[in-house]
């Protein structure tokens, strides 16, 4: 048998959008970041976001967005912007029931993306 992807244990297509839906959820509850989303098309966001949590757990997807780097240029994203928009996606984990050590494994992926995000 074939090894569990981390993308499998985020539950494949239908957990990975089940996630990305609470995650926007939570996000535009949030008003010290919610400004930064005020031109975004959020179906179009939502598909990006998809995808890229696909690509990043393994999963066999093609993101077709921009770079973290180009994707975030210009909007001043501070560490604690970042903080904030990851525990939303923490929450969003939680909601869907993935297991603290699922949970570590993706937040483990994503930690080092912050040197692409941040202060630019
Ligand atoms: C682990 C952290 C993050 C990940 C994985 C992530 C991922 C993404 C992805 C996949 C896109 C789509 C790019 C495209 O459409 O080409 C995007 C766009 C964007 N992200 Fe992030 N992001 C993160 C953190 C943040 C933070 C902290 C902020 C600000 C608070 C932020 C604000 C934005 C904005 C404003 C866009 C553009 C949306 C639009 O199309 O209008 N992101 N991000």
Known sequence: SQPTTLY???GGDKGVSMITD??????????RI???FEQTD??????????HLCVVSGGECVYQGA??????IGLHISQADFDAV???LIEALKQQHIPLATRNALLAELAPLYQDIIEH
């Open 42 to 51: 959020i179906q179009i966001f939502r598909q990006r976001l998809i995808e």
């Open 67 to 72: 770079s973290m780097y180009n994707a975030h």
């Open 22 to 31: 609470d995650f926007l959820v939570n996000l535009s509850q949030d008003k």
């Open 86 to 88: 990851v525990g939303h």
């Open 8 to 10: 499998q244990q985020l």
């Open 34 to 36: 919610l400004h930064h």
